[in-house]
């Protein structure tokens, strides 16, 4: 794979554009709110608390939002499209690190059963992610004109092993979202674009360690503001769609189209393959349905 620099010069102009971003308050969604006011966007930035720094721009305003909250996301969506009358960018950021050992039950104090392990990581950075995609679905197609991007924040560690199996599994689950949702919006000639980055070693709030720190260890890692210029691209590069960006020392490759190309192969090395089977069979099954309804 070929990694390429991003520049903020890469990112096209975001003028007249109304852009939301949850998990705006610090770390890449604060970088990302800079950078989209920097390049023109009106930003609207949804978070639990308002930004650690001060932002003073006519453009920006802060939603405070719980992002598991299904009505908080109404409330925000509905809001921002009355006022604006569009929404033209939704980057669905807002997530936490681990908050359960699934090998270490607890027992209740009161009774003694055990305790069913906090399922809050995937609320967050899973549930709550998928909720925001539908809501920016559904005020994109009502707008004139229809459309709009959506990026999530996924990570490295939705490409390989982890043992933080709530933080793991939900990152993965975000590819996931990706992989799905940007096949449904391409496959329906929605005017939609979904795409993704994957950060590695970021230097936030969720990685306390300073960049002094990360060096001696031997670890390359990045500034948040390295992993907006990602996050910008593909905010308004028309080209790209169903794409997830992995960032590394301020340094990007996609990895969706050459993974998905190595599986295909390896599913099957000649005839139809999975997906055109599957396109085949849902076909069968959609007429089935339809048939008997």
């Not at 790209?240 to 998905?260: D, K, V």
Request: hydrophobic share 40%.
């Amino acid at each position: 794979m070929s990694y390429f620099s991003i520049s903020i010069d890469d990112a096209c102009s975001m003028d007249g554009k109304i852009a939301i971003v949850t998990g705006g308050s610090s770390g890449i969604g604060l970088a990302t709110v800079q950078l989209f006011l920097a390049r023109g966007a009106t930003v609207i930035s949804a978070d639990l608390q308002p930004p650690v720094v001060a932002i003073d721009s006519s453009s920006f305003s802060y939603f405070p939002l719980d992002v598991t909250s299904w009505t908080s996301l109404c409330k925000l969506f509905e809001q921002i499209y009355t006022a604006h009358g569009r929404i033209d960018i939704v980057y669905a950021n807002a997530g936490i690190y681990s908050r359960t050992d699934l090998f270490d039950l607890k027992h209740n104090e009161n009774d003694g059963t055990l305790q069913e392990p906090s399922k809050f990581t995937f609320q967050v950075n899973l549930f709550s992610v998928a909720n925001q995609i539908s809501l920016a679905a559904h005020y994109m197609m009502w707008q004139s004109p229809k459309g709009g991007n959506i990026i999530l924040t996924a990570s490295s560690t939705g490409y390989v092993r982890w043992e933080e199996a709530d933080y793991a599994s939900s990152k993965h689950g975000v590819i996931g979202l990706l992989r799905s949702t940007s096949m449904h919006a391409k496959s329906s000639a929605l005017p939609i674009r979904i795409n993704a980055v994957a950060p590695s070693w970021t230097r936030t709030g969720l990685v306390t360690l300073s960049e002094g720190e990360f060096q001696k260890l031997g670890v390359e890692s990045q500034a948040p503001e390295e992993v907006a210029r990602g996050v910008a691209l593909p905010a308004t590069d028309e080209e790209r769609s169903g794409q997830c960006l992995y960032i590394r020392g301020g340094q990007a490759t996609e990895l969706e189209e050459p993974m998905h190309a190595e599986m295909l192969k390896r599913f099957r090395l000649s005839g139809l393959g999975e997906e055109a089977e599957r396109v085949k069979v849902m076909d069968v099954l959609m007429q089935k349905a339809v048939a008997q309804a």
